[in-house]
């Protein structure tokens, strides 16, 4: 028995939810796991996985039907991205970055005429061409994220237009977006995050360029690109959620990232829970001396804190859905999913490869690729430091000035 299937149970998951949940596990085995090595092998992106989840309602799981989705809770999302994590983590922050970052914003922030005109066809997530039409998300600049003043992109008031310059970096499926949703100064004095406008844009817009895809360590499958912004001339009404929203734009995307943390505390955790259940599998039947080498206390042990850590990670991960859902404060719990569950996942990829031994550092068995991809947990979206940072300002208060 698995971690997943011995606690399931525990998590009282409701007939729907664990409907979800058996879905996106039947479909990750059959058609994400077969695939995943070689995907990361040759970098490439998993067009046809998408386009069969596009049929299967993924793709919108968690907006309201009458938005265009459909109609899940974040904790149903969650268990998604869960799934098809333990199977490919590039699959699975894709996914990930298309609901939370790509679509939530829009759908969340945005004017109803935006929510009408971007929503219904990111939910879809193929047009009628047979595109792909995901989401992407641009707060990130090589030289800035989490700091508001450091973010160099502009965009500036010209008339009946505005007028965009800039560049962002490690964007998630620019390649296959039809709409980016990003950050750009509008003050040249920001504050606070005052002075900083989140705007939509759609991909192919005369002065948007996608470059090339980055050559990375781990996530290898998924898509990573910088965006050039070179006089880009934006309607005015591509300010998310309109006029008012001028200069207010980035504590909407601090509200959208706790969110996203959410949900890469889900992609951690199925990773580590992947990496667990091959080292579990290989513990069963790997003999030395004529035994498991599941009897050794030493690799018995490094099983039982996998188990133990994953079980606790998840804890963490559905509460903090959970707590969402329920229209709660959840960015303090969401940083701590986040946090606990990349460290887990890495520390349960490290002691995969050891009780796998030889193998494991070689490509014949996944662990080596959860190994690289569950480092991306650590960094995106908030790196571990950052994390900790917002969780001791939040139980400490800000004592920066006392």
Not at 251 to 275: D, P, Q, Y
Not at 280 to 299: C, D, H, M, S, W
Not at 309 to 326: N, P
Request: net charge negative.
């Amino acid at each position: 028995m698995t971690t997943t299937e011995a606690t399931a149970t525990n998590f009282d998951l409701t007939e729907e939810q664990q409907q979800i949940q058996q879905a996106a596990r039947e479909f990750a085995a059959e058609h994400v796991a077969p695939k995943a090595q070689e995907l990361d092998e040759k970098a490439e992106f998993p067009v046809d996985n998408y386009k069969m989840m596009a049929e299967l309602g993924f793709l919108g799981l968690s907006i309201p039907e009458e938005a265009g989705g459909s109609g899940f809770d974040t904790l149903s999302f969650i268990l998604v991205v869960e799934e098809l994590s333990k199977a490919c983590g590039s699959t699975g922050l894709g996914y990930a970055a298309h609901i939370s970052l790509g679509v939530t914003p829009i759908y969340l922030f945005g004017t109803p005429e935006q929510k009408q005109k971007y929503v219904p066809q990111l939910c879809k997530g193929v047009d009628d061409a047979g595109n792909l039409t995901l989401g992407c998300f641009g707060l990130t600049e090589p030289g800035a994220g989490s700091d508001a003043g450091g973010t160099k992109t502009t965009a500036e008031r010209k008339g009946d237009h505005w007028l965009v310059n800039g560049r962002k970096a490690w964007i998630t499926n620019p390649h296959y977006a039809k709409t980016c949703i990003f950050t750009a100064k509008t003050n040249q004095n920001p504050k606070d995050g005052k002075g900083i406008t989140a705007f939509i844009a759609e991909l192919g817009t005369e002065g948007f360029k996608v470059e090339a895809k980055e050559d990375k360590l781990g996530m290898r499958s998924s898509d990573t690109a910088q965006l050039v912004f070179e006089d880009m001339k934006l309607p005015l009404d591509a300010v998310a959620g309109g006029e008012p929203q001028v200069d207010v734009g980035f504590n909407k995307f601090m509200k959208t990232l706790a969110g996203g943390r959410i949900s890469i505390g889900a992609l951690a955790l199925g990773i580590a829970e992947g990496a667990y259940q091959k080292a579990l599998e290989y513990a069963r039947q790997r003999k030395q001396f004529n035994k498991p080498i599941g009897t050794f206390q030493g690799v018995a042990f490094m099983l039982a804190d996998m188990a133990m850590e994953i079980s606790a990670a998840r804890h963490l991960v559905y509460h903090a859905a959970r707590l969402r859902d329920a229209g709660r404060d959840f960015a303090q719990a969401g940083s701590m999913a986040k946090l606990m569950a990349s460290e887990v996942a890495m520390k349960t990829c490290t002691n995969a490869i050891q009780v796998l031994g030889g193998v494991g550092y070689t490509r014949e068995y996944d662990v080596e690729r959860m190994l690289r991809d569950a480092k991306l947990c650590e960094i995106g979206e908030g790196t571990s430091e950052v994390q900790r940072l917002v969780i001791s300002r939040q139980i400490l208060g800000d004592l920066r000035n006392v």
